[in-house]
């Protein structure tokens, strides 16, 4: 079992930037795949973010391409979200999730472990 718990959600003003965090509890990091979905009010779960197990693949959606930046420290079992010039259309909850292997998915079904969310309010 995997537990994921993300950190570093917050309130910010539009064109402002935050870093989220997600600390994985495996010794086996290096071999899962990390996303972060987010899910904004009133609309269904959707991908925002992945890095591959070994760190060299990274996707993102279209409307955060350019913006947020997707890092993992495997070191410290740990995975960042940068994101820069938010958007009050970025509000949302930001879920981290894992899987084994070395594919990012776009789709939540194919993730096995998922954070609790964290926060992100964007203020106009």
């Known amino acids: 079992q995997v537990q994921l718990v993300e950190s570093g959600g917050g309130l910010v003003q539009a064109g402002g930037s935050l870093r989220l965090s997600c600390a994985a509890s495996t010794r086996t990091f290096s071999s899962y795949t990390m996303t972060w979905f987010r899910q904004a009010p009133g609309k269904e779960r959707e991908f925002a973010a992945g890095i591959s197990a070994s760190g060299v693949s990274t996707d993102y959606a279209d409307s955060v391409k350019g913006r947020f930046t997707i890092s993992r420290d495997d070191a410290k079992n740990t995975v960042y979200l940068q994101m820069n010039s938010l958007k009050p259309d970025d509000t949302a909850v930001y879920y981290c999730?894992?899987?084994?292997?070395?594919?990012?998915?776009?789709?939540?079904?194919?993730?096995?472990?998922w954070g609790q969310g964290t926060q992100v309010t964007v203020s106009s």
């Open positions: 999730a894992a899987r084994r292997g070395s594919r990012i998915s776009t789709m939540e079904d194919e993730y096995e472990y």
